[in-house]
């Protein structure tokens, strides 16, 4: 099996701060990959490093086979690499169509060809994404009237729209209620279908059902990865998450 995303030997330090200490994690293609770990733990810190915002201190990070340690992230968008964000990054005054299509444009589903003339294959692969996400009724809608969760449902779409192969997910059910947040998750799981994806969530529920594997990040170092099950009956990821393991 080819592995989508190698992390080798990742630190990170800020200042007098070591947050990842040592970081070795490898993601399979295709499968559904969940990052966990207390607060503070280091998610948010290796998803800023993967996702080329911030530069790691030390250590390689490989995409499909290729060293992008170092990389921003306008160049790993390219490679196929897409991230949502915990804040939103909806263009705010814009409808749903038009924010959709703008990462449309930005992608490469389309080439400037496509653009130059116009081609329906920019308004139908808008169309298709916006009907993944739900969202068909609220095409017309600016983003300003979305409720929360269709926010973050189009902050979903975006990341796909981008045709990207490996996305990460950063907490994507932040700040919804149960019935939300579960509508969101299957959101996810078939959106994704076929693409390897890297997701932080705080549901445990949530993580076992939707994970094919699970890596536990502890005080910036995975502790364990494994199969929901492996994960479940591994006594000292049992420790750091008491009595929240299903
Ligand atoms: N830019 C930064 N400067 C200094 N410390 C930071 C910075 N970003 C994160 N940290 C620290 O790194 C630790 C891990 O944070 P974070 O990656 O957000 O954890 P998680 O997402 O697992 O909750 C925290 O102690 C946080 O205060
Ligand atoms: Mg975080």
Redesign the pocket.
């Known amino acids: 099996m080819n592995t989508a995303l190698e992390l080798k030997e990742i630190t990170k330090r800020?200042g007098a701060?070591q947050?990842l200490r040592g970081v070795d994690l490898s993601i399979r293609e295709g499968e559904r990959h969940a990052l966990i770990?207390p607060?503070?733990?280091?998610?948010?810190?290796l998803f800023d490093l993967i996702a080329g915002r911030t530069q790691p201190t030390s250590g390689r990070i490989a995409l499909n086979g290729t060293d992008v340690t170092g990389m921003p992230a306008h160049r790993l968008g390219r490679k196929g690499l897409a991230r949502s964000f915990q804040t939103t990054s909806v263009f705010t005054g814009l409808t749903v169509r038009d924010n959709v299509c703008c990462a449309v444009l930005g992608s490469g589903v389309t080439t400037w060809k496509d653009r130059w003339l116009r081609s329906s294959v920019i308004d139908e692969e808008t169309h298709r994404v916006i009907a993944a996400i739900g969202l068909a009724d609220h095409s017309d809608a600016l983003a300003t009237s979305l409720s929360y969760a269709e926010l973050r449902a189009l902050d979903l779409g975006l990341a796909l729209a981008t045709g990207a192969s490996v996305l990460l997910l950063d907490e994507p059910t932040a700040g919804m209620n149960r019935a939300e947040a579960a509508r969101a998750l299957a959101l996810i799981r078939e959106t994704t279908q076929g693409k390897t994806l890297l997701i932080v969530e705080h549901d445990m529920e949530a993580v076992f059902a939707l994970a094919d594997r699970i890596s536990v990040l502890v005080q910036g170092r995975v502790i364990a990865t494994g199969t929901p099950a492996e994960i479940a009956a591994n006594p000292a990821v049992r420790t750091a998450y008491l009595g929240e393991i299903p």
């Open positions: 800020f701060t947050v770990g607060n503070g733990a280091g998610k948010s810190t």
